[in-house]
């Protein structure tokens, strides 16, 4: 297919859309006529996204049909019954999707934990070169746990929610290129190691998993299923596979993977809630960490139920539907 003669073949009728679709009456036959415009625009719009990847014309296009589907559907205001929708199949079933991504980006992240914080037990002498014995003892008789409680809880909360969220952005985006979303990976894990090391090789193992979990565990899991979103992107680019061109491959990963990372906005904010009224709260340990760990395992039987049930529906999530 030549893009120029194909431009040229079916201009006049974009034109033609386009001008019926900015018109605020129409009469009968004109109706008919913006009806029938808008579903071989769609039709053209789908054959330039296979077969010519042209970013431009896409642009065009897409503005197009979604500016003449507005004219011919009246436009669609704010519903709860869509944002329903999105939470019950949408959203559960991009995350159930990539499935095996974010389990990728789970386990390796966490032997990553495991083995630094294996070595800095074992090698106290390597902790002794990053602080002060002063300061590490500050940090676990006193620190560690007054962290969760310095600040009045609801400001904790919208701190900790936008602070997650832009890490999951971060992983996000970075997925594009991959390298980045693991050197995040890699510095968070990092991060949680050491930690882990210290307060365990200083005797308080119990209170490292007892003020980590009830939040950690599905505040971890939004962050892997992030970098695992935006990893599909990266690799769409190197691999796109046998039945879409590289950037049709790009563009539906890159549009699926967006609203997954709209729905994590809301897990990130139970994973603040978690982490600001309930670990710090005097309730035992062994309740805060049944908390969390009821709420981790409600997201991922909610993933795998919904998601699997909106796959086996063949129900399909773009941005366009």
């Given at each position: ?128 070169a990053l602080m002060s014995n002063d300061q590490a003892q500050r940090i676990v008789d006193k620190e560690f746990v007054s962290y ?150 409600g997201f991922i039987a909610y993933v795998l139920i919904r998601g699997r049930a909106a796959e086996a529906a063949a129900v399909q ?5």
């Amino acid at each position: 297919m030549d893009l120029d003669a194909f431009v040229a073949e079916h201009q006049a009728e974009w034109r033609r859309l386009e001008q019926l679709s900015r018109r605020r009456r129409l009469s009968a036959r004109e109706a008919d006529e913006l009806v029938v415009l808008y579903q071989r625009a769609a039709t053209h719009l789908s054959a330039v996204r296979s077969r010519l990847p042209d970013p431009a014309l896409v642009a065009q296009l897409s503005r197009l049909v979604l500016t003449a589907r507005a004219a011919v559907t009246g436009g669609q205001g704010f519903s709860w019954r869509a944002v329903g929708r999105f939470f019950t199949h949408g959203f559960p079933l991009v995350v159930y999707r990539a499935r095996w991504w974010w389990a990728g980006t789970t386990i390796a992240s966490l032997a990553v934990a495991v083995a630094v914080g294996v070595w800095f037990t074992e090698n106290p002498d390597a902790l002794a070169a990053l602080m002060s014995n002063d300061q590490a003892q500050r940090i676990v008789d006193k620190e560690f746990v007054s962290y969760y409680s310095d600040y009045a809880a609801q400001n904790f909360a919208a701190e900790v929610w936008t602070n997650n969220a832009w890490v999951g952005a971060q992983t996000f985006a970075g997925g594009v290129l991959i390298l980045p979303a693991l050197w995040v990976l890699f510095t968070n894990a990092l991060n949680l190691g050491l930690m882990g090391g210290l307060m365990i090789s200083h005797g308080k193992a119990d209170v490292f998993f007892g003020m980590i979990a009830p939040h950690g565990l599905l505040e971890l899991s939004a962050v892997f299923v992030a970098a695992a979103l935006g990893l599909r992107i990266g690799w769409a680019a190197l691999a796109p596979g046998p039945q879409l061109s590289r950037g049709a491959a790009v563009g539906y990963a890159a549009r699926t993977g967006l609203l997954g990372v709209l729905g994590l906005v809301a897990v990130f904010a139970v994973a603040a809630c978690l982490e600001a009224f309930v670990t710090p709260s005097p309730l035992p340990m062994i309740v805060k960490d049944a908390i969390g760990a009821v709420v981790w395992l409600g997201f991922i039987a909610y993933v795998l139920i919904r998601g699997r049930a909106a796959e086996a529906a063949a129900v399909q999530v773009d941005v366009e539907h």
